[in-house]
């Protein structure tokens, strides 16, 4: 039951990525207790929701920095960023580069190299992810 849940909470975040989620707003949309909802998220996924928002803004980030030639500073922006300096900040955390030096090596990487892959939290899978191997490691873009 609170796999359904979820998969129907996570298919609106997907949705609504483009705008300003809050915990608060997400919680509303489930019908549960903030602390609840974080709770059962948590279960189903193994990570917060505020961690897989963050993540899968990145990762929509990093598809647009591989995907497109616009100016870093107008990705940032489109994914909920204040500026440019967080966002490089957070997407050096989370892949070990700089915006600019992932979108060189992506572009860089032959496509072979490249594969589809689902993000698996147990038994729910989180949609639309795809992970590329850098360096023997896996990232995702």
């Not at 909802?37 to 279960?43: I, K, P, S, V, Y």
Request: proline residues 3%.
């Amino acid at each position: 039951m609170h796999d359904e849940i979820i998969q129907t909470l996570t298919a609106w975040i997907e949705r609504n990525l483009d705008k300003t989620l809050s915990i608060d707003e997400v919680a509303a949309k489930s019908g549960y207790s903030k602390w609840h909802l974080q709770r059962m998220f948590r279960n189903v996924t193994g990570q917060t929701l505020g961690n897989y928002i963050r993540e899968r803004r990145l990762i929509l980030a990093a598809q647009a920095l591989c995907q497109t030639q616009r100016p870093v500073f107008d990705i940032a922006m489109q994914h909920g960023y204040e500026s440019q300096q967080t966002f490089s900040r957070v997407f050096r955390r989370q892949f070990s580069q700089t915006p600019t030096a992932y979108r060189h090596a992506m572009r860089c990487q032959p496509q072979q190299a490249q594969r589809e892959a689902i993000y698996d939290y147990g038994d729910y899978h989180a949609p639309y992810c795809r992970v590329d191997n850098i360096s023997g490691s896996q990232r995702a873009c």
